[in-house]
């Protein structure tokens, strides 16, 4: 990560296919790099199940980047491969990192079935069984057939897997069904009592053919594409030693240091806190516990007591190991985790993650340029969604973290509606800034910013009349109510 870096997640769950994100990517590249982006997280670029429509996470087969003729389509929902390629080349000529999105918890859409022995559980109990061991038939055989064995000949079985969710005799709802023989993994999450098995052919971590057809995928996948970093999906649903193996066996092949960052979706910081301390800070992990601070603010408005937004985060206990976020594709309104954090305290919430010293932060597209889509919600029916583009007040911070984020940092958090914080510079950026927002009224804070007598003006632009420090170099910040204001050193 380079110093005040920047990571964007460049897609959202319902982006259009007609877009062809690689082309579009590509022609973006210089543009996100002049606003302060330095490292992209990809989605999921291999063939799915949904044809185009496939976000990427029903992995059909990891070494199809769009191209081959499989599940009814050669491109995926974001192009072909060679426009893939075309677009990390183009990231990193203007210097932006490549992080790719590692899907490994399972498989869909088996081209043939099988026969096997599985004893059933009910989704919400993976402890005690629910009936007695019997004969399925399911879709664990994946033969590739448009791929016809190039870049590897393996083909995935039942015994690569430990546990399905469908059998062809039955074609009921709402069992997972456990191999004869296997086990449902330890060190993974304990929602419903164990959380091994999330979705479709759930991989056997502990299979020695599986680990080595894993490992060569990822020497193969990450080599081509030359990635930077990777974001790992759904580590909860996975072994961690699976991990700790893989990311080591990858380093030794590739000769060079990866940035990981893990997706352990769970708002108790107790957990994350284990799952960091099994990698011994060797990898970073989303700041779950700071998205569910601002998701409970956002919803509160002026009755959240502003002093506590970092109360029992991860960025507030172990900010090196901290990637910030406000929203993703996940929490987005209408998808399986959402908890949107409403548009009002996007733009405090962005100041929070992009202009302070602690944690990595990471931008979600929708945030940036704006999201319109509908879709079904628990209920059945189905809702029009517009997610409001804050591309104009991100890119205002962006220019400020790369220009004023340096330096000491002097906190202010002491105010139940109203909080701020100070940068006072460093040798080759001197210029100080100071942040303040409120979530209830208008706002004022007098902070230290080390400048005597010094013109300080807010780049947020709320507030046009500019602010003198007094000669022992503080001044009276404000903001306006429900909003952040910048000031900078003019």
Not at 237 to 266: C, R
Not at 292 to 313: H, K, L, P, V, W
Request: glycine content about 8%; charged content about 25%.
């Amino acid at each position: 990560m380079s110093t005040n870096g920047v990571m964007m997640q460049y897609f959202h769950w319902y982006l259009d296919p007609d877009l062809i994100l690689w082309n579009d990517l590509k022609t973006k590249a210089q543009e996100l790099a002049d606003a302060g982006i330095t490292a992209l997280w990809l989605p999921p670029a291999y063939k799915g199940t949904a044809k185009t429509h496939d976000v990427g996470y029903s992995v059909y087969d990891l070494y199809d980047l769009g191209e081959f003729d499989q599940k009814g389509t050669k491109r995926t929902k974001y192009g072909t491969k060679d426009q893939y390629l075309e677009a990390i080349a183009a990231l990193q000529k203007v210097n932006i990192k490549v992080y790719a999105d590692i899907v490994l918890n399972h498989h869909l859409g088996g081209d043939e079935t099988e026969v096997v022995n599985a004893t059933p559980f009910h989704q919400d109990n993976r402890l005690n069984a629910s009936g007695e061991m019997r004969e399925i038939k399911t879709f664990t055989h994946f033969t590739f057939p448009g791929r016809q064995k190039k870049y590897s000949d393996f083909e995935w079985h039942w015994y690569h897997f430990n546990a399905v969710d469908y059998d062809d005799y039955t074609q009921d709802d709402g069992n997972v069904y456990l191999f004869e023989g296997k086990k449902f993994n330890n060190y993974v999450g304990l929602e419903n009592g164990n959380f091994d098995y999330l979705m479709g052919c759930n991989v056997d971590f502990d299979n020695p053919e599986t680990y080595a057809e894993l490992i060569h995928w990822g020497k193969w996948y990450i080599d081509l594409i030359k990635a930077d970093g990777l974001r790992l999906d759904a580590v909860k649903h996975i072994p961690s030693k699976f991990f700790l193996t893989w990311l080591d066996d990858l380093k030794k092949f590739l000769d060079k240091d990866l940035f990981v960052v893990a997706e352990y979706w769970q708002d108790d910081l107790e957990t994350l806190h284990w799952y960091l301390d099994e990698f011994q800070g060797r990898i970073s992990i989303f700041d779950v516990s700071l998205h569910y601070s601002f998701y409970r603010a956002s919803e509160q408005g002026e009755d959240y007591d502003m002093r506590q937004i970092f109360d029992n985060t991860l960025v507030q206990q172990r900010p090196s190991c901290a990637v910030t976020l406000v929203e993703n594709h996940d929490s987005q309104p209408l998808q399986a985790l959402e908890s949107s954090v409403k548009p009002w305290f996007k733009p405090i919430a962005y100041a929070l993650i992009l202009l302070r010293e602690q944690g990595y932060p990471c931008i979600f597209y929708a945030d940036y340029y704006g999201a319109d889509y509908e879709d079904y919600g628990d209920d059945g029916d189905r809702y029009p969604i517009h997610l409001p583009s804050h591309r104009w007040i991100i890119d205002k911070l962006l220019y400020a973290r790369q220009h004023y984020g340096y330096g000491p940092q002097y906190d202010y958090l002491d105010h139940f509606n109203t909080i701020g914080w100070t940068r006072l510079g460093d040798e080759e950026h001197p210029k100080a800034m100071a942040v303040i927002l409120s979530n209830g009224p208008d706002g004022f804070k007098s902070m230290e910013v080390g400048k005597i007598n010094t013109k300080f003006i807010d780049l947020t632009e709320q507030i046009k009349k500019p602010i003198y420090t007094n000669d022992e170099g503080w001044g009276e910040f404000r903001c306006n109510g429900g909003a952040v204001s910048v000031w900078v050193e003019e």
